[in-house]
Every structure is written in C-alpha cells, then in structure tokens.
C-alpha cells in the first residue's frame, strides 16, 4: 500500500520525530511503501493568500504552487498525520496544508443546488492519527478534542466509504515520564504494525 505521513512538528529531537519515526519504520518492515511529508522541514507556507481564497473555487495559477502536494496527496492509499495538539487543535501549519493542499475539485466536489459535498478521496483506504495532548484525557474529551474531529470526521468524510481509521493519542505529554512514553511508542508500533 502506498501510504502517507503528514507530519507536523518543528522540533527534529522531539518525541514527535520519534512517533513519526516508529510509524514509518513499522509501515516499511510490513512493506508498504511510505512517504514522510515534513511540513516543517520542507518549509510548507500554511497561509492561504488573499489572491488564493478569492481563486478557491476555480482550477488556477495558484495551485502551480501546491501541484507536488496534490500529486503526492491523489497518489496515495492511506494516510497518518502524526503532530503535537496545540490548543486542542491542530498545528498551524497543518491546518494551513489542509486549506491550501485539499481544495475543490481536488479532494472533493462543491455541492450542487441543496447537495452534499461529493468526496473525491476515494481513494483512500486507510486513515490514522497519533498526537500527543498536554490535557488529560477527560479535559480533551471535555472540550471536544477538535484536531481528532477534524481528521477522523471531516478528513475521514472525504475518503473512501469501508476506509480504515486508527487514532492513538498520549495525554498529560508535559508530564509523561521516560516509561510512559517508551511504553506508548510500543502501543504506536503494535497498532500500526497490524496493517
């Protein structure tokens, strides 16, 4: 399977490079083929312009631009964003990618008269998350854990109908201890390790 990592940290030492490490050794020995998009390291400008928004919904030069994240992104069968929750969300510079990489007409279709959105990602076949929270679980549950609704349900809604998902989060990451996190990539590695 052709697969994806989006990930989205801009620390090279940080747990999250080790996540985002553990899930793309652990794809590679279970021979899937896996790209790593490092929107940090590759320096992604998450701002969607004034010329961009007001060209959002035509096919234009703008997209010139983003046409290596469109091809990479339409040429894949699964995707795994691994990032930090800051402020319940995602990163800036995630979200950014998803405003300016999943456009119309390129990750779905805009409604017709009264019509739903029309996906266009039916070609993704396996959805996954891994973050790490500074909250507890219950005060991420609380105030309704955004970053995961964003990608497990808008995200999720845009790919293919029987598309598999998995979402492993680690909680309290500011108090974790050397244990905990060792024994969270171990959990990282079992659930990925099962496609």
């Known amino acids: 399977m052709r697969l994806l990592i989006v990930y989205a940290h801009p620390v090279e ?7 985002c490490e553990t899930v793309r050794k652990t794809l590679e020995r279970r021979g899937h083929d896996v790209r790593v998009l490092d929107l940090y390291a590759s320096g992604f400008d998450p701002v969607l312009s004034r010329d961009e928004h007001a060209a959002y919904e035509r096919e234009g030069a703008h997209r010139e631009a983003l046409k ?6 339409q040429s894949v069968e699964g995707l795994i964003f691994v990032y930090p929750t800051w402020w319940y969300g995602l990163p800036a510079i995630l979200k950014g990618w998803l405003d300016r990489v999943w456009l119309p007409e390129v990750s779905f279709a805009l409604p017709q008269d009264d019509g739903p959105i029309m996906p266009l990602m039916q070609h993704i076949r396996l959805l996954g998350g891994v973050s790490t929270y500074g909250a507890g679980w219950w005060w991420t549950r609380y105030v309704g854990d955004p970053g995961r609704r964003t990608v497990m349900r ?6 293919a109908p029987r598309c ?3 979402w492993l989060g680690l909680h309290k990451m500011d108090s974790s201890t050397d244990a905990g996190r060792t024994a969270f990539l171990k959990r990282v590695e079992a659930r990925v390790a099962r496609y």
């Open 68 to 73: 290596d994240h469109i091809a990479l992104l």
């Open 164 to 166: 598999r998902t998995f």
């Open 154 to 159: 808008g995200v999720r809604a845009l790919c």
């Open 13 to 19: 030492t940080s747990f999250g490079a080790a996540l």
